[in-house]
């Protein structure tokens, strides 16, 4: 799609040129900037002000070296990152993600739809996110430690309670969370909530763990809900088998589904007698081992090397959870051939821009990450109320606060498609609600 609006385009080019060799960053733009072309044209004071063109450029771009030493005496040297990207209605906040693929266009990417996604919890957090090409697989304990205390050695100058905090994202979970915490509280002789999904004996909330994948299952409830539909019964096919895939499967299947595959970045498993969730956390949580090796509890479930194959599987729901760009359009066409007529994003940008299009233009319901994964990040603002109140929730008070804040996303990324004239598009209602609560606050405060 072009735009016919001559400002959106420039602001599109210039991102262009200005980011270059990014071409994640300009996807994430270029699908936010093409919702809200119906926006722009109504409101010429957010030309007047640049907003547009100050909501695609970070507020600042933290990048540094992160030397440790292996367990046989090497020095290591990976990068960090952590980028600061809009703070307009709150302290910055988003993940942090370990991964080789991670480099400053990733970043970039996940920052700027943070920025969204933290705007449609209705809670108050700005957007932010970071990581390192650091690859915690086959590392031992000890080495993502030393690892961790070297990131937090530089990123703990540039966080804070009230200024950033951040979370876990791929390659992140409570080990590093812990990690990281310990060397922040050593640096700063600090006990604050700097970051968040800590463990339970030091701050951590109840249901962090669970939330994203619970929410995303409590988004796509609703929109089933909204369009005559429910989960029960249902055949549930979910890419990735980490934190989001795993709370997934387990809110899915409490919800009447039958979840019938799981994936890593190797390939997947498909078991017909919906999958044994005891059996993968086993494998994923405690021996952080492949899934192939489901194999070794049901032997009549079957694995498939190469992890694209898995959306060949006929479904009726599919809910990405592993990574961006993980549906194709090929990919996309051959679900929709299958009967395949809900999608719920778990990961961040998983499907292409060709890819939404297909689903789009097939009536598939369609729930976009930012809206439908955000439970994850709405948890996090809630352990930080609890760490600021110095209290804590039960695991059912957060559970129904996460429910609460889905719904609402829902609601008001459904009636902003429908006042845009957009009716059912959640692509484009859950970018134009994202963005007029940003824009507003950044008009409220001039140009800064
Ligand atoms: P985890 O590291 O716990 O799990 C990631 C899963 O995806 C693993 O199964 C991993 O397989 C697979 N995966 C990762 N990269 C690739 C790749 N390049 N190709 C194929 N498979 C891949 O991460 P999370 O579950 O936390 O995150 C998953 C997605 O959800 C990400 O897009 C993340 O940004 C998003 N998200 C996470 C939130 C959270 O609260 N954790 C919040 C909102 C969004 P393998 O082990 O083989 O690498």
Request: hydrophobic fraction near 40%.
């Amino acid at each position: 799609m072009s735009f016919k609006n001559e400002y959106l385009k420039e602001v599109m080019d210039r991102v262009i040129a200005r980011n270059a060799g990014e071409p994640e960053f300009h996807q994430a733009v270029r699908e936010v900037l093409e919702s809200i072309e119906p926006v722009i044209d109504a409101h010429p004071e957010y030309v007047k002000m640049g907003i547009v063109d100050s909501i695609v450029e970070p507020e600042r771009i933290i990048k540094f070296r992160v030397p440790w030493v292996d367990d046989n005496g090497k020095v290591q040297i990976n990068r960090g990152f952590r980028i600061q990207f809009n703070s307009a209605i709150g302290p910055y906040k988003g993940g942090l993600r370990f991964h080789p693929s991670v480099y400053e266009g990733i970043i970039k990417f996940l920052g700027f739809e943070q920025i969204f996604k933290n705007s449609l919890t209705g809670l108050p957090i700005g957007g932010g996110k970071g990581g390192s090409d650091f690859d915690p697989k086959g590392k031992s304990d000890m080495e993502v430690m030393r690892f961790c205390q070297s990131f937090m050695t530089e990123l703990s100058k540039h966080i804070g309670a009230d200024t950033d905090v951040p979370a876990g994202d791929i390659g992140v979970g409570g080990r590093e969370i812990g990690y990281m915490f310990g060397q922040y509280k050593r640096l700063r002789n600090e006990f604050t909530g700097v970051l968040t999904g800590k463990g339970l004996t030091y701050g951590g909330s109840l249901a962090r763990t669970e939330a994203t994948g619970f929410g995303l299952c409590y988004f796509v409830d609703e929109m089933l809900k909204d369009n005559g539909k429910s989960f029960e019964g249902q055949t549930v096919v979910i890419s990735g088998s980490g934190n989001v895939a795993i709370y997934a499967a387990q809110k899915a299947t409490e919800l009447g589904g039958k979840v019938v595959a799981l994936s890593d970045s190797n390939g997947y498993i498909y078991d017909k007698n919906g999958i044994d969730l005891d059996a993968v956390k086993q494998i994923k949580e405690v021996e952080r081992k492949r899934i192939k090796e489901y194999l070794n509890y049901h032997k009549d479930a079957q694995y498939t090397e190469g992890c694209s194959g898995i959306w060949s599987i006929k479904c009726d729901i599919a809910l990405p959870c592993a990574t961006q760009n993980e549906i194709d359009e090929k990919s996309a066409k051959t679900l929709v051939a299958n009967g395949c007529y809900a999608v719920g994003e778990g990961a961040n940008m998983p499907s292409t821009l060709e890819a939404t299009k297909v689903f789009l233009d097939n009536g598939v319901l369609f729930a976009p990450a930012k809206a439908a994964n955000a439970g994850g990040v709405a948890t996090s603002a809630l352990e930080m109320s609890q760490n600021s109140m110095r209290y804590s929730w039960t695991f059912e008070e957060v559970d129904a606060k996460l429910k609460g804040i889905m719904q609402n996303i829902y609601k008001n990324a459904s009636s902003a498609a429908a006042e845009y004239g957009m009716k059912g598009n959640l692509v484009a209602g859950a970018n134009i609600a994202g963005f007029l609560k940003v824009a507003n606050a950044m008009l409220a405060h001039g140009i800064v």
